[in-house]
């Protein structure tokens, strides 16, 4: 059994910051890659940001230069600093693992919103 607990997300303002935390807890051997996506009301849920078991970032093109997406890996953790945030950043942002075990585990989600 694996879990995940996501935090940081929150109300914001246009241009403001918020940093999202995800650690993973339970049977967990080792950790491949893991990163972030995101689900916007009546969309599809998309890729934000993923990270390597060697700490390479890839990023979706509305998050280029804005995010960064990093790993603290005795913690299990991955974070997603965001930057310079807009309204249409405003989701349910999920984490994810990749423990190579053929899925990938989800976290509940955390909700961003960002005033205009």
């Known amino acids: 059994q694996v879990q995940l607990v996501e935090s940081g997300g929150g109300l914001v303002q246009t241009g403001g910051s918020l940093r999202l935390s995800c650690a993973a807890s339970?049977?967990?051997?080792?950790?491949?890659?893991m990163g972030w996506y995101r689900q916007a009301p009546g969309k599809q849920r998309e890729l934000v940001a993923t990270?390597?078991?060697?700490?390479?970032?890839n990023y979706a093109d509305s998050a280029k230069g804005r995010f960064t997406v990093s790993r603290d890996n005795p913690k299990n953790t991955v974070y997603l600093q965001m930057n310079s945030l807009k309204p249409e950043d405003t989701a349910v942002y999920y984490c994810?693992?990749?423990?190579?075990?053929?899925?990938?585990?989800w976290g509940q989600g955390t909700q961003v919103t960002v005033s205009s």
């Open positions: 994810y693992v990749d423990l190579g075990d053929g899925r990938w585990h």
């Open positions: 339970g049977s967990i051997f080792s950790i491949n890659a």
């Open positions: 990270i390597t078991s060697g700490s390479s970032p």
